[in-house]
């Protein structure tokens, strides 16, 4: 007779559960998704991920009310080239108009602002700040010419970087080198920007004659077939067209502060659309006086000289 077996081999070996729940989800990065044990290595070695500098320059762009079509053009002209700025709502152009601009560049998270300031429905001014800290200049805008009036044959890709291009008399003093950095960190778009696009196909130029700072827009034009397509470095084939829009900015004061503080630097030839107009109305009034005295002398001069009477006045009367 067999032995009977134990009663622990009678029973039947349980299958294994699977394991029904979701491996760990790795942790997310700036770089991307990283496995658990990269994870653990960074951890252990106590080693930062690299950091990447990130340019967030951003320019608000606003005018003051009673502003004239010409200059509001000029304005929507100068978003649509700045892919970086801001668009903010109309601000009164008071004394304490530099305080509201500030909480509003604030507000909306700017470093910067162009704030077009229009006096007397012809006038334009322009404020360019770097905010909160300063510094701040203020032009007067003159030979203001917009892209719909000029009708240009220029047209370049919306939101595109541009090339920043300076006379060399930018390198001349002081104020001058303070004005061409301030243009650099307000037009230059801030690379790999949300709204640029990753190329250049437009130059900005700024030259300065007769103490005024004069603006282009050129477009890079390369004309050639699909078959035909140029060598890299044929600058020889390439063309600039305007595009637009055109004007002068003639500075007036720089303040160390934004929108006011200490006065950095003054014109000294900077002379005030008011005292031109005043001289032009002293130059027409005087005109009008001469031609008053002019009568006068004439009528004194026939008094005093009267003519002879002629005897032959009555001859053919009769």
Same mark, same amino acid.
Request: glycine letters at 4%; proline letters at 6%; charged letters at 30%.
């Given at each position: 007779?067999?032995?009977?077996?134990?009663?622990?081999?009678?029973?039947?070996?349980?299958?294994?559960?699977?394991?029904?729940?979701? %491996?760990?989800?790795?942790?997310?990065?700036?770089?991307?998704?990283?496995?658990?044990?990269?994870?653990?290595?960074?951890?252990?070695?106590?080693?930062?991920?690299?950091?990447?500098?990130?340019?967030?320059? $951003?320019?608000?762009?606003?005018?003051?009310?009673?502003?004239?079509?010409?200059?509001?053009?000029?304005?929507?002209?100068?978003?649509?080239?700045? %892919?970086?700025?801001?668009?903010?709502?109309?601000?009164?152009?008071?004394?304490?108009?530099?305080?509201?601009?500030?909480?509003?560049?604030?507000?909306?998270?700017?470093?910067?602002?162009?704030?077009?300031?229009?006096?007397?429905?012809?006038?334009?001014?322009?404020?360019?700040?770097?905010? %909160?800290?300063?510094?701040?200049?203020?032009?007067?805008?003159?030979?203001?010419?917009?892209?719909?009036?000029?009708?240009?044959?220029?047209?370049?890709?919306?939101?595109?970087?541009?090339?920043?291009?300076?006379?060399?008399?930018?390198?001349?003093?002081?104020?001058?080198?303070?004005?061409?950095?301030?243009?650099?960190?307000?037009?230059?778009?801030?690379?790999?920007?949300? $709204?640029?696009?990753?190329?250049?196909?437009?130059?900005?130029?700024?030259?300065?004659?007769?103490?005024?700072?004069?603006?282009?827009?050129?477009?890079?034009?390369?004309?050639?077939?699909?078959?035909?397509?140029?060598?890299?470095?044929?600058?020889?084939?390439?063309?600039?067209?305007?595009?637009?829009?055109?004007?002068?900015?003639?500075?007036?004061?720089?303040?160390?502060?934004?929108?006011?503080?200490?006065?950095?630097?003054?014109? %000294?030839?900077?002379?005030?659309?008011?005292?031109?107009?005043?001289?032009?109305?002293?130059?027409?009034?005087?005109?009008?006086?001469?031609?008053?005295?002019?009568?006068?002398?004439?009528?004194?001069?026939?008094?005093?000289?009267?003519?002879?009477?002629?005897?032959?006045?009555?001859?053919?009367?009769?």
């Amino acid at each position: 007779m067999g032995k009977k077996r134990k009663h622990s081999e009678t029973q039947t070996a349980e299958p294994k559960k699977k394991d029904e729940t979701a %491996p760990e989800r790795p942790k997310r990065s700036l770089f991307g998704w990283k496995d658990k044990e990269e994870v653990q290595q960074q951890t252990e070695s106590n080693t930062d991920p690299p950091q990447v500098f990130r340019n967030k320059e $951003k320019v608000m762009v606003t005018c003051s009310r009673r502003i004239n079509y010409r200059y509001r053009h000029l304005m929507l002209n100068m978003v649509s080239l700045l %892919p970086h700025c801001k668009k903010d709502n109309k601000v009164e152009s008071r004394s304490s108009k530099g305080a509201t601009l500030n909480e509003l560049i604030e507000l909306r998270g700017c470093s910067s602002a162009l704030f077009f300031e229009c006096r007397k429905h012809q006038d334009l001014y322009l404020w360019m700040a770097r905010c %909160p800290n300063g510094p701040s200049v203020k032009f007067l805008v003159n030979a203001v010419h917009t892209m719909e009036e000029l009708k240009l044959t220029g047209n370049h890709l919306k939101g595109s970087r541009p090339l920043l291009t300076f006379s060399s008399n930018f390198e001349k003093d002081a104020h001058w080198k303070l004005l061409k950095e301030m243009i650099i960190q307000i037009f230059g778009t801030p690379k790999e920007h949300r $709204k640029s696009k990753p190329y250049h196909d437009h130059v900005f130029v700024f030259s300065i004659a007769d103490d005024h700072i004069w603006f282009r827009n050129y477009q890079i034009s390369v004309p050639h077939n699909e078959s035909d397509k140029m060598v890299r470095g044929g600058l020889d084939k390439m063309t600039l067209v305007e595009v637009g829009p055109r004007f002068c900015l003639n500075p007036i004061k720089i303040f160390a502060g934004s929108f006011g503080g200490p006065t950095l630097y003054e014109n %000294p030839f900077y002379v005030s659309p008011n005292q031109i107009r005043a001289l032009e109305k002293r130059q027409k009034a005087g005109k009008y006086a001469k031609k008053v005295k002019a009568k006068t002398r004439r009528k004194m001069h026939e008094l005093s000289n009267p003519l002879e009477p002629d005897e032959f006045a009555d001859m053919w009367r009769e």
